[in-house]
T-cell receptor
Framework: ETGVTQTPRHLVMGMTNKKSLKCEQHLGHNAMYWYKQSAKKPLELMFV???????ENNSVPSRFSPECPNSSHLFLHLHTLQPEDSALYLCASSQDLRMDEQFFGPGTRLTVL | RKEVEQDPGPFNVPEGATVAFNCTYS??????FFWYRQDCRKEPKLLMSVYSSGNEDGRFTAQLNRASQYISLLIRDSKLSDSATYLCVVDGNTGKLIFGQGTTLQVKP
């Protein structure tokens, strides 16, 4: 099993839909992250979880709702998104919140119509 | 001023060339520095950490200049497979990792 997996890999949704992105890490890490990557822009940190507790919400709109049921799983629930939310959503994990290497999943490429 | 700044490129170089990228950062208290590589439509992967003394891994050399607040990545004897976007990553004001926009390298035959 690869280190960090994400599903689905591609998602197309309308503005009124509700969908969820899933991330799972098999590395025994304690910290997990959601990032957004838009074209021509740097990665934007959205949320940080440490030992399944949210430690950071980087001023993300409430239409994005994270959930971390345990240290290995992370979800991003989506509802009433806007077309400008179309992007690559990357999940990452690290051993802990020290400035360690982060391991990324393959991402979910989201298109909002 | 951006927390982490990189020239987006693209840098177009022939195979075998030596190419260097610089990255500047704004937080003088930063302690952790990395170069990540991101292939087209793939996730970022760690290329190398950057230590105060500099470090080398095969054809890749990373340097840190704390006084001028920049890090560099040197690639010698470029290969076609080196074509990618190289992300400079630094710990920011609040302890988070801050990613630069990336520098795109295209190695041509």
């Amino acid at each position: 099993e690869t280190g960090v997996t994400q599903t689905p890999r591609h998602l197309v949704m309308g503005m009124t839909n509700k969908k969820s992105l899933k991330c799972e890490q098999h590395l025994g890490h304690n910290a997990m992250y959601w990032y957004k990557q838009s074209a021509k822009k740097p990665l934007e940190l959205m949320f940080v979880y440490n030992f399944k507790e949210q430690t950071e919400n980087n001023s993300v709109p409430s239409r994005f709702s994270p959930e971390c049921p345990n240290s290995s799983h992370l979800f991003l629930h989506l509802h009433t998104l806007q077309p400008e939310d179309s992007a690559l959503y990357l999940c990452a994990s690290s051993q802990d919140l020290r400035m360690d290497e982060q391991f990324f999943g393959p991402g979910t490429r989201l298109t909002v119509l | 001023r951006k927390e982490v700044e990189q020239d987006p490129g693209p840098f177009n170089v022939p195979e075998g060339a030596t190419v260097a990228f610089n990255c500047t950062y704004s937080n003088s208290a930063s302690q952790s520095f990395f170069w990540y590589r991101q292939d087209c439509r793939k996730e970022p992967k760690l290329l190398m950490s950057v230590y105060s003394s500099g470090n080398e891994d095969g054809r890749f050399t990373a340097q840190l200049n704390r006084a001028s607040q920049y890090i560099s990545l040197l690639i010698r004897d470029s290969k076609l497979s080196d074509s990618a976007t190289y992300l400079c990553v630094v710990d920011g004001n609040t302890g988070k990792l801050i990613f630069g926009q990336g520098t795109t390298l295209q190695v041509k035959p």
